[in-house]
């Protein structure tokens, strides 16, 4: 019976993996993907320069804008990013602008990252 359960268990971890882990922005890892959102292959731009880094990158999916706002809204300032106005935060020296732009089938978002001027 515990050889089963086992097999089970086993087996639940390895096809449902991707369920039980949580995907982040590539080049910031701090910043989770809202939903089943897709990374945009290549959209990844990275420099690190004395003054800071800047960091671009985006994902896209099937979702309302609304919901996604929503989303980064609720979930950045638990990760110590303040808001300073409409989708744009501060934490440290740095400041991550989020962009949506909507086409017919999805929502691309847009997160880039720069230092404080």
């Known amino acids: 019976m515990k050889k089963i359960i086992f097999l089970y268990f086993f087996l639940y971890l390895f096809y449902f993996k991707d369920s039980l882990s949580v995907k982040f922005i590539n080049g910031m890892e701090d910043i989770p993907i809202f939903k ?3 990374y945009v292959e290549d959209s990844l731009i990275l420099f690190d320069k004395v003054e800071g880094r800047y960091v671009s990158s985006e994902i896209y999916g ?4 609304s919901e996604i ?3 980064y809204q609720q979930i950045l300032p638990n990760l110590g990013w303040k808001k300073s106005k409409a989708l744009t935060f501060s934490r440290g020296n740095e400041i991550l602008e989020i962009n949506l732009h909507q086409s017919e089938n999805y929502v691309s978002v847009i997160f880039s990252i720069y230092p404080v001027k």
Do not use: A, P, Q
């Open 36 to 38: 089943e959102m897709e």
């Open 62 to 65: 099937n979702y309302k804008k």
């Open 69 to 71: 706002i929503d989303f």
